[in-house]
Nanobody, 125 residues
Framework: VQLQASGGGSVQAGGSLRLSCVAS????????MAWFRQAPGKEREFVAA????????FYADSVKGRFTISRDNAKNAAYLQMNSLKPEDTAIYYC???????????????????WGQGTQVTVSS
């Protein structure tokens, strides 16, 4: 199983970025796909997730209304569209996948078995 994250970069506050996560070795439509982020000196935190099969989206309060998670089953990929970016969104963003995750654990990093390598997002003021 491999998750390949890409799309990070440096933008000014108010800008947009779109992150991609391509999965190989798993059928992404039967897995919960999620994005987490980790800023320097801070714990990894939940950003957004699409629950397996049903595709119900979940968001952290800090990104609700600004970020949108989606998936393309034909490409075995998940995406994170990030708009109205703020300096506090600066972090390394990781995609994650899990097939047996229960809904109550969707925001919990250690509930996910599969992780991508991370992509840096830097937002300047």
């Amino acid at each position: 199983v491999q998750l390949q994250a890409s799309g990070g970069g440096s933008v000014q506050a108010g800008g947009s970025l779109r992150l991609s996560c391509v999965a190989s070795g798993i059928p992404s439509d039967s897995y919960t796909m999620a994005w987490f982020r980790q800023a320097p000196g801070k714990e990894r935190e939940f950003v957004a997730a699409l629950f397996r099969r049903a595709g119900t989206p979940f968001y952290a309060d800090s990104v609700k209304g600004r970020f949108t998670i989606s998936r393309d089953n034909a490409k075995n990929a998940a995406y994170l569209q990030m708009n109205s970016l703020k300096p506090e969104d600066t972090a390394i963003y990781y995609c994650a996948a899990e097939d047996s995750l229960i809904l109550s654990s969707i925001r919990t990093p250690w509930a996910y078995d599969y992780w991508g390598q991370g992509t840096q997002v830097t937002v300047s003021s």
